[in-house]
């Protein structure tokens, strides 16, 4: 297979498993020298190592006499002293707490979903009744009457006791009225209705469970035959408030997952559309290249078999790697390199010495990611619009460097005689629709010609591949 042209002046990447037989000298020498045994380094005089129960035969009288002291530790750290007890029973009580807040916490979550909704709408209904008793002992700071915390704890307990019962009905009501009308205007005005019924369910039922309680039920009776509509109409409404807080609160958190589920499937949405665009740029790449190839192929075929020979080798190891990373969105630059040298050595055998190509690559760049067949296109059109037309040399240099958190891709081929139209192609719009989506505001292409050259710039983010 013929050399390809292609000159680094950087640093060219280990092969697999360098880092393997070629350590660190540094580290090897941080290590210590190796011990003519083979068991690690060599230790200090005077220290030995620490022997696993029942590892090697026959220990000597001073590993006997030190075993009882195996587990001392040294200094003023004495095992058994009662600061260290002390510490120690600190640090277990300590990881004991810690522990149990873990565990409980597992225990939390462990819970079904439904569950945790009405731990958290209980919490807030306790919170409802105890700022109603609050403030009823804040009214009677300003009075001369004693604040009796246990009968109004009694007294009003039942009532938000009840709503507590009530929350899964409440949650069933607003899950049927949304899955047949949405949310819509018709399920708020049922979901009120519906409140309103509950209200007038509650109130009595709350008030008998007070009087129960508090045993003055002969005293509810009198009050529910001698009360006025204004009095019936004012409990109702103190009841139909907290329908109205629970409700609105689940209606809330129902249209925020609503809105966050239909976000969360527009973004899909535009990643799948995304993915298929790429990949469709991706096959446009490859037709110009195969034709080009392939009508490469014919004309050699009979004139030079052998080259024809590694041609075709040489175009189907550059065919399997590019349907390798066809599924990738982004690869090694040294990757890249050396998918852009498979195809200048297709190009160097139909071309012969019409091409010449220099490359520089600043160290430290080659495990940087970019777009896969990113450069292939670049040398593509620099062939078609100048080795093509130019019967004698034509040198094309690719430069790759780093500036101000950027990776930058530069490519200058000199042109002929005389120069073709300077209008951006095929091959280069379409690597700027693929950074467009790639990259999005964070990329950019541009180019300029001049009578005997063309420059082309690709500027990406730098972004590190996982063995940086």
């Not at 204004?230 to 249209?255: H, K, M, N, P």
């Amino acid at each position: 297979m013929p050399s390809v042209p292609v000159a680094s002046s950087g640093p060219r990447a280990k092969p697999r498993g360098s880092h393997l037989k070629n350590p660190d000298p540094a580290l090897r020498q941080a290590q210590g020298p190796r011990s003519s045994k083979g068991q690690g380094p060599n230790l200090p005089e005077g220290s030995h190592r620490i022997r696993r129960p029942g590892s090697g035969k026959g220990r000597s009288s001073r590993d006997e006499q030190s075993e009882p002291n195996r587990n001392v530790c040294t200094g003023s750290q004495l095992t058994g002293s009662p600061r260290n007890s002390t510490g120690s029973a600190q640090k277990q009580e300590f990881f004991a707490g810690m522990w149990y807040h873990y565990s409980m916490k597992n225990r939390i979550y462990s819970l079904p979903p439904q569950v945790i909704q009405w731990l958290v709408y209980a919490a807030g209904v306790v919170l409802l009744f105890l700022m109603s008793v609050t403030s009823s002992w804040v009214y009677y700071l300003g009075t001369d009457h004693d604040f009796q915390w246990e009968k109004h704890l009694l007294t009003r307990f039942p009532s938000y006791g009840l709503w507590l019962v009530l929350i899964p009905v409440i949650f069933t009501l607003i899950r049927n009225r949304i899955s047949r009308h949405g949310l819509s205007v018709t399920a708020v005005l049922q979901l009120a209705g519906a409140g309103l019924v509950l209200a007038l369910i509650h109130r009595p039922a709350a008030s008998f469970l007070s009087a129960l309680v508090t045993g003055t039920t002969s005293q509810f009776f009198l009050d529910i035959t001698s009360a006025t509509a204004f009095q019936i109409l004012a409990y109702v409404l103190d009841s139909y408030l907290v329908f109205l807080l629970i409700t609105g609160a689940r209606l809330t958190e129902t249209a925020w997952k609503l809105t966050s589920a239909v976000r969360e499937q527009a973004l899909q949405l535009e990643r799948n559309l995304a993915d298929s665009r790429l990949q469709t740029l991706s096959i446009q790449f490859q037709p110009h290249f195969i034709f080009n190839a392939l009508q490469g192929l014919s004309m050699l075929i009979y004139k030079d078999p052998a080259s024809a020979d590694t041609m075709i080798t040489t175009l189907s190891d550059l065919l399997r790697a590019s349907a390798r990373m066809a599924e990738t969105p982004r690869i090694p630059l040294g990757e890249e390199l050396e998918l852009a040298e498979k195809y200048l050595s297709i190009q160097q055998i139909r071309f012969g010495t019409r091409l010449s190509v220099t490359s520089e690559t600043e160290p430290g760049c080659l495990t940087l990611l970019c777009p896969p067949f990113m450069l292939q296109p670049l040398f593509e059109n620099a062939i078609k619009h100048a080795v093509e037309r130019n019967p004698d040399q034509t040198r094309i240099s690719l430069r790759i460097y780093r500036e101000k958190g950027q990776l930058i891709l530069q490519m200058a081929n000199t042109l002929p005689s005389i120069p073709p139209d300077a209008r951006e192609g095929t091959g280069l719009g379409l690597i700027r629709e693929r950074l467009a989506l790639l990259y999005p505001g964070t990329a950019s292409l541009s180019h300029h010609q001049t009578d005997s050259l063309f420059l082309v710039e690709i500027r990406l983010p730098v972004l590190k591949g996982p063995g940086a």
